[in-house]
């Protein structure tokens, strides 16, 4: 489909997303607050056809031209998970000024002395309040890169790309970033809202076992406490939602 909107894309043309070609008029999004958005209309993920109102509470700051992308992983590591990111980052911010930053994976780098590493990072990298501070990966990374961009020259564009469902479902909603003290986990943090969240429900058929299923709880829950009809259809295609149906999983994350 067309754009109803002609204002100016971060990007233009083709790119590669979970091993399909998908152009840029038809993926972008995840927004619930419709002004000011770059476009209109719907947005194709994964194979499910989703308006561009359907899911995030985040409202768009203007796009701006630099980047910075925190990633949970080795971006130059083997498949399964992380070549098929590595596609969808360069296919998204190509031709953009993006500068990449690899953190550990695990609780214990959302410390002190990561963020000291990512703020030594943007500061080497003189970025200023055009900065737009992209988490790649799951909640330790989202939480962390949500801190920083709390506390960065007071305040920069937050982007979040979750990899794990528990991210997706959970931490890359509802702003709260946060890094861990020695004595205490999740103690120093902010409530700071991301702007954008891009979801490909496909890079989960890579994640481990305990991982989905962590996540799945959590979706659970969320019938349990919330939505009786949700949770009624949960159990009506647990089957295929433990299997990874992709168009399942893809409604359980916009429900």
């Given amino acids: 489909p067309s754009l109803s909107n002609t204002s100016p894309l971060p990007f233009k043309g083709d790119f590669p997303l979970s091993n399909a070609i998908f152009t840029t008029q038809r993926y972008f999004g995840c927004l619930l607050d419709p002004s000011p958005l770059p ?26 031209k630099r980047f910075a992308v925190i990633a949970g992983f080795p971006l130059s590591g083997p498949p399964p998970g992380n070549a098929g990111l590595l596609l969808l980052v360069e296919g998204f911010f190509g031709g953009i000024d993006v500068s990449f930053f690899e953190i550990e994976d695990g609780e214990q780098y959302k410390s002190f002395q990561t963020y000291q590493a990512v ?25 962390l890169c949500g801190f920083v961009s709390a506390t960065y020259l007071r305040g920069v564009n937050f982007i979040q790309i979750p990899t794990t469902l528990l991210a997706q479902v959970y931490s890359s909603v509802g702003g709260k970033t946060v890094i861990n003290h020695p004595a205490c986990k999740n103690l120093i943090g902010a409530f700071y809202q991301p702007s954008t969240v891009l979801i490909d429900p496909k890079v989960l058929l890579s994640l ?8 799945l709880a959590e979706v659970i829950k969320y019938g349990l406490i919330y939505d009786e009809n949700f949770f009624s259809w949960i159990a009506s295609n647990a089957p295929g939602l433990a299997s990874r149906e992709i168009s399942l999983v893809s409604e359980a994350i916009a429900r």
């Fill in 39 to 64: 476009f209109k209309g719907n947005f194709l993920l994964s194979n499910a056809i989703f308006p561009t109102t359907f899911m995030l509470r985040v409202s768009l700051t203007p796009w701006r």
């Fill in 119 to 143: 703020i030594d990072f943007l500061v080497s990298k003189e970025f200023d309040r055009t900065l737009n501070l992209v988490a790649l990966g799951g909640g330790v990374v989202g939480d």
């Fill in 208 to 215: 481990p076992k305990r991982e989905y299923v962590a996540g």
